[in-house]
T-cell receptor
């Protein structure tokens, strides 16, 4: 089954404690991205990756890091989480970007709470 | 710059009534437009997409959307709402940039 898998689904952590949210896709997609969803703001892109070893900032990259060492994986790293990073996070992948194949496939989401 | 505006953060309809969710876009290049649905505690799922082949696009679950260039709109409709349609709906713009640009979402409530 084609899917994007995120882990964990729920996470409560304390300010400053480094954490990683994993994302893996099994569709051989080139393009992967991370979004955060906040009430009234919709989804905002954090980082994206056009291919292995190619990553770039989205609209709200501050406080986040990513890496793309393998095509299928795109982890999101919070080196020192703060309460304003409490949010619902989604990983997405697509075959291409900037074309009709921009159709994105989303993971189930990770609800992060930073206290 | 490209942008997407969804009018109405909350829409409530009765079961069996018409569903109309509004989306307007701003773009200097031909747009690729999408509607996604998010059910509670789930990720986003594609409802339909505009491919420029036809202005009326049919999607899953009986939804459709009409692309109107003159009005820069891509409104989502369904003739008869069902209780299972209760969800949050997002319009998104793609193409020409390295990301999907999402609207702020419309939460659809269906009353029995």
């Amino acid at each position: 089954e084609a899917q994007v898998t995120q882990n964990p689904r729920y996470l409560i952590t304390v300010t400053g404690k480094k954490l990683t949210v994993t994302c893996s896709q099994n569709m051989n997609h080139e393009y992967m991205s991370w979004y955060r969803q906040d009430p009234g703001l919709g989804l905002r892109q954090i980082y994206y990756s056009m291919n292995v070893e190619v990553t770039d900032k989205g609209d709200v990259p501050e406080g986040y890091k990513v890496s793309r060492k393998e095509k299928r994986n795109f982890p999101l790293i919070l080196e020192s989480p703060s309460p304003n990073q409490t949010s619902l996070y989604f990983c997405a992948s697509s075959l291409e970007q900037g074309t009709l194949n921009t159709e994105a496939f989303f993971g189930q989401g990770t609800r992060l709470t930073v206290v | 710059a490209q942008s997407v505006t969804q009018l109405g953060s909350h829409v409530s309809v009765s079961e069996g009534a018409l569903v109309l969710l509004r989306c307007n876009y701003s773009s200097s290049v031909p747009p690729y437009l999408f509607w996604y649905v998010q059910y509670p505690n789930q990720g986003l799922q594609l409802l339909l997409k505009y491919t420029s082949a036809a202005t009326l696009v049919k999607g899953i679950n009986g939804f459709e959307a009409e692309f109107k260039k003159s009005e820069t709109s891509f409104h989502l409709t369904k003739p008869s709402a069902h209780m299972s349609d209760a969800a949050e709906y997002f319009c998104a713009f793609g193409g020409a940039t390295n990301k999907l640009i999402f609207g702020t979402g419309t939460l659809l409530a269906v009353q029995p």
